[in-house]
């Protein structure tokens, strides 16, 4: 158990840390002439930089909770509410009501009401990942949760990037003043390239996310009904 809880922490938390540390330092070394002293000698130094990115990871994946809701920003909607839509293709309209009808036998929930129905969808799901989770049903069920955090984490931290970015641009604006030469400083033509990698990165990383997302959505699913199907023979 120790060894899942260690890659969870380090592909969901560490990584992504390390990732928002590399884009702030550029801002402070390369544009504000700010250097960080960055040793690890003692085992205490190692402890004290691990703990501190654990700690900012956290915060990345709080802030990336609410980042993945909006539909420009991230995911918009979970892919595991998605796919049990009737309007959906993703599974066939048999299969589905296959797993609709084992996830209320199983866990005696209803997909009736038009109101509760995408909440009982988010409960569906989450009963359904701790099942498979508890019974060992699915061994890549864990690893496809870290990395589905992975992925979160580095989109939002290349978020936070971006804006930190964006900021820097219209400081080096309000300092030049506007004036026309400020498109022929490389600090300047650096920041913008930065942006536009990081723009460029983010989309990159919303369309993986997503893509990933149905396959772990859909894992978990199915994991869940094939056990559940051995469960009535």
Same mark, same amino acid.
């Given at each position: 158990?120790?060894?899942?809880?260690?890659?969870?922490?380090?592909?969901?938390?560490?990584?992504?840390?390390?990732?928002?540390?590399?884009?702030?330092?550029?801002?402070?070394?390369y544009y504000l002439?700010?250097?960080?002293?960055?040793?690890?000698?003692?085992?205490?130094?190692?402890?004290?930089?691990?703990?501190?990115?654990?700690?900012?990871?956290?915060?990345?994946?709080?802030?990336?909770?609410?980042?993945?809701?909006?539909?420009?920003?991230?995911?918009?909607?979970?892919?595991?509410?998605?796919?049990?839509?009737?309007?959906?293709?993703?599974?066939?309209?048999?299969?589905?009501?296959?797993?609709?009808?084992?996830?209320?036998?199983?866990?005696?929930?209803?997909?009736?009401?038009?109101?509760?129905?995408?909440?009982?969808?988010?409960?569906?799901?989450?009963?359904?990942?701790?099942?498979?989770?508890?019974?060992?049903?699915?061994?890549?069920?864990?690893?496809?949760?870290? %990395? +589905? !955090?992975?992925?979160?984490? &580095? #989109?939002?931290? =290349?978020? /936070? @990037?971006? *804006?930190?970015? $964006?900021?820097?641009?219209?400081?080096?604006?309000?300092?030049?003043?506007?004036?026309?030469? %400020? +498109? !022929?400083?490389?600090?300047? &033509? #650096?920041?913008? =390239?930065? /942006? @536009?990698? *990081?723009?460029? $990165?983010?989309?990159?990383?919303?369309?993986?996310?997503?893509?990933?997302?149905?396959?772990?959505?859909? !894992?978990?699913?199915?994991?869940?009904?094939?056990?559940?199907l051995t469960q009535?023979?």
């Amino acid at each position: 158990m120790q060894s899942k809880f260690s890659l969870y922490d380090l592909v969901g938390y560490i990584i992504p840390s390390i990732f928002l540390y590399f884009l702030l330092y550029e801002i402070a070394f390369y544009y504000l002439d700010i250097t960080f002293s960055f040793s690890i000698a003692t085992i205490g130094e190692s402890l004290y930089y691990v703990l501190t990115l654990y700690l900012i990871g956290h915060f990345i994946q709080s802030l990336g909770k609410i980042i993945e809701k909006i539909p420009f920003l991230s995911l918009g909607e979970y892919p595991s509410e998605i796919i049990l839509r009737e309007k959906d293709e993703y599974y066939t309209k048999q299969f589905k009501e296959k797993i609709l009808t084992s996830l209320s036998t199983r866990f005696n929930l209803s997909f009736e009401d038009p109101e509760t129905i995408e909440n009982v969808k988010k409960e569906a799901f989450n009963l359904s990942y701790s099942l498979i989770v508890q019974n060992n049903i699915n061994k890549h069920a864990q690893l496809f949760n870290a %990395l +589905f !955090s992975f992925y979160r984490g &580095l #989109l939002t931290a =290349g978020l /936070i @990037g971006i *804006l930190a970015n $964006l900021m820097t641009a219209f400081g080096f604006i309000i300092l030049y003043k506007f004036e026309t030469n %400020l +498109f !022929s400083t490389n600090i300047f &033509l #650096l920041n913008l =390239g930065t /942006i @536009g990698v *990081l723009l460029l $990165l983010h989309f990159l990383l919303k369309s993986r996310l997503m893509s990933f997302s149905y396959r772990f959505a859909d !894992s978990v699913y199915r994991s869940f009904y094939v056990w559940h199907l051995t469960q009535n023979d």
